[in-house]
């Protein structure tokens, strides 16, 4: 039998008078709120009030964190958490605390997804620290000093949180814990929470295939044929996402026209980036489900197939890379499938992935500051913090072409690195970790000694390169992150 779980009350911080997304939010927990008090200037009218268990106490800005500490002393559960009144809890936010609470935790945090006014995704918080943090304090610690109790880090992104909150709205929603840190001695741990998750369990209505292009005129013509033969039969549409060309590229999808009747032109021009271009077509497919892929890339007939053919049983999805038919001379750096890897959590690539579009809106969408690499990993991370489940489609296989200049090669492994030494500083408090000082020696001793490469054959150069440029990414990205990931 399931230990049961300790019940929680619930403070929101809502001094500029917005209360109503984080009680709507609140309503729909999967472990309901034993109490709700909103801390706000203003009562509502009596037809606002939706739940018996919602409460209210009036505030002005300057004393909203002082009746937020009050109210939380006041509530009669063992366990009180906060949210920020324009906060969107996830449905499992309250379960996933009271289960790290079981054991008398003082302190209990969970990781913020951060959203810009567009409620396209700015980044995540997922720190010991209260800044950003979504959290629950032990209700009788509010009133006592000098005690020891736990500080537990859920590793999960369970609230979505708007970056342009006011002063006093923040001030406020960390009061109590502000509070607690101070007069309570805290030893800190974390509860990595194993739940069981399940897909969607629907097919999808209408797949909108994205496409984002930078003057691609001379691939996109054989991945635009490609896409005219899947073997896909179910209502599908393609947006290419013309993100600034200075090339004939709208004129090439002008005349895949005949072949692709479902094709639509998106500009994408204002702002140079895979992630802006993507979002672009996100807001503009019509399809429930989207699938990505490059336009220097050519997709096998049954590529869209394989994706909604695994959209049931999945969030996110992931599809297989084959560079033997593209860049047959570089054998060895063939992508490694979802299912091979090993640092983190599994992610799928940019250059082949699908995801639910309603999945896409919950997360953010695309980070539009990753630069040159990262921003499918750190896709597919947020999807598995936030909850949802993140598969891989054999089957949906892309034909991947690798970089044949060294110069692009060097620049593309090196913000790969740079990418990597930031999604370090993001995601090391949920697990994400960094090379061994021995694995670091061997990597670089291995530059050093292997560098007459650069003087011998094509095939020792290309390989010198792709490792130095991308250890040299690790280095900048180390410095611009304040971080060590060498």
């Given amino acids: 039998?399931?230990?049961?779980?300790?019940?929680?009350?619930?403070?929101?911080?809502?001094?500029?008078?917005?209360?109503?997304?984080?009680?709507?939010?609140?309503?729909?927990?999967?472990?309901?709120?034993?109490?709700?008090?909103?801390?706000?200037?203003?009562?509502?009218?009596?037809?606002?009030?939706p739940d018996p268990r919602l409460h209210f106490a009036r505030c002005t800005s300057e004393t909203a964190a002082e009746v937020c500490v009050e109210a939380a002393r006041?509530?009669?559960?063992p366990y009180v958490a906060f949210l920020h009144g324009r906060d969107e809890a996830l449905p499992d936010w309250l379960r996933h605390l009271a289960g790290a609470a079981r054991d008398d935790a003082g302190l209990v945090q969970c990781g913020t997804l951060r959203l810009r006014a567009d409620a396209l995704v700015e980044g995540i918080t997922l720190t010991p620290g209260l800044d950003g943090a979504a959290y629950a304090v032990?209700?009788?610690?509010?009133?006592?000093?000098?005690?020891?109790?736990?500080?537990?880090?859920?590793?999960r992104l369970l609230v979505r949180?708007?970056?342009d909150d006011t002063a006093a709205t923040v001030s406020a929603a960390r009061a109590a814990g502000a509070h607690l840190v101070q007069d309570t001695h805290l030893s800190s741990s974390t509860h990595a929470p194993s739940v069981d998750v399940s897909g969607p369990g629907r097919t999808p209505d209408l797949v909108s295939v994205v496409i984002p292009v930078r003057d691609g005129a001379l691939t996109l013509p054989a991945q635009l044929r490609a896409l005219a033969s899947?073997?896909?039969?179910?209502?599908?549409?393609?947006?290419?996402?013309?993100?600034?060309?200075?090339?004939?590229?709208?004129?090439?999808?002008?005349?895949?026209?005949?072949d692709l009747p479902g094709l639509r032109i998106v500009d994408a021009h204002e702002r140079p980036g895979e992630g802006y271009a993507r979002n672009r077509g996100i807001a503009a497919a019509r399809g429930d489900f989207i699938a990505f892929c490059d336009a220097d890339d050519v997709a096998d007939p049954g590529w869209l197939a394989g994706l909604a053919a695994a959209a049931p049983d999945a969030d996110l999805i992931g599809g297989s890379l084959d560079?033997?038919?593209?860049?047959?001379?570089?054998?060895?750096?063939?992508?490694?499938?979802?299912?091979?890897?090993?640092?983190?959590l599994p992610f799928a690539r940019g250059a082949n992935c699908a995801v639910w579009k309603d999945v896409l809106t919950t997360i953010g969408g695309w980070?539009?500051?990753?630069?040159?690499?990262?921003?499918?990993?750190?896709?597919?991370?947020?999807?598995?913090?936030?909850?949802?489940?993140?598969?891989?489609?054999?089957?949906?296989?892309?034909?991947?072409?690798?970089?044949?200049?060294?110069?692009?090669?060097?620049?593309?492994?090196?913000?790969?690195g740079r990418s990597g030494a930031r999604l370090y500083a993001a995601y090391r408090h949920a697990g994400f970790e960094r090379r061994d000082n021995r694995t670091v020696l061997m990597n670089w001793s291995w530059l050093l000694l292997h560098t007459s490469d650069l003087a011998h054959s094509p095939s020792l150069r290309r390989r010198w390169i792709r490792y130095g440029a991308r250890l040299s990414g690790f280095l900048a990205g180390s410095a611009e992150q304040g971080v060590r990931y060498l």
């Fill in 1 to 49: 039998m399931e230990p049961t779980l300790p019940e929680i009350g619930v403070v929101v911080a809502a001094p500029g008078g917005e209360w109503e997304p984080a009680v709507h939010s609140l309503l729909r927990q999967s472990l309901p709120p034993a109490a709700v008090t909103v801390v706000t200037p203003a009562d509502p009218p009596p037809d606002q009030l």
């Fill in 74 to 77: 006041a509530t009669r559960t």
């Fill in 138 to 155: 032990r209700r009788d610690l509010l009133r006592t000093s000098g005690r020891r109790a736990a500080r537990v880090m859920v590793p």
């Fill in 161 to 163: 949180r708007r970056t």
């Fill in 230 to 258: 899947q073997i896909y039969t179910a209502p599908w549409e393609v947006l290419v996402v013309d993100n600034g060309s200075t090339d004939a590229t709208r004129e090439v999808a002008e005349k895949a026209r005949p």
């Fill in 323 to 344: 560079s033997s038919v593209l860049s047959p001379t570089y054998a060895d750096e063939q992508p490694m499938p979802m299912t091979q890897q090993t640092d983190f």
């Fill in 367 to 416: 980070d539009e500051s990753y630069r040159g690499g990262g921003e499918d990993m750190d896709l597919s991370w947020r999807a598995h913090l936030c909850g949802f489940r993140v598969d891989y489609a054999h089957d949906a296989r892309m034909h991947y072409r690798l970089r044949a200049e060294l110069s692009t090669l060097a620049r593309q492994k090196w913000n790969y």
